[in-house]
């Protein structure tokens, strides 16, 4: 596997994080999902989380795969 594949795949996923938690952020109104901002808003903080879930499970997967030192 590439190794700069993870990487890749971490900036990707702390982007779209970043992304979501500002528009979320700025949209957010405190309304009911009939307020188009407020419906966005949770749309993009649904977006936040699953980019941190998605952080978290890429650190575990690139602590358990990392490579070896071989002698």
């Keep these: ?10 900036i ?8 979501g938690f ?3 952020v700025l949209l ?3 309304g009911d999902w009939g307020e ?3 419906a966005a808003a ?5 977006i936040f989380l699953l980019s941190v879930l998605g952080l978290v499970v890429a650190g ?3 602590l358990v795969h990392r490579p070896r030192a071989t002698r």
């Design 36 to 38: 188009p901002r407020q």
């Design 42 to 46: 949770d749309i993009l903080w649904i």
């Design 22 to 24: 500002v528009g979320a």
């Design 60 to 62: 575990a997967r690139m």
């Design 12 to 19: 990707a996923l702390a982007a779209s994080a970043a992304v």
């Design 1 to 10: 596997m590439n190794e700069r594949r993870p990487i890749h795949i971490s």
């Design 28 to 30: 957010d109104i405190e």
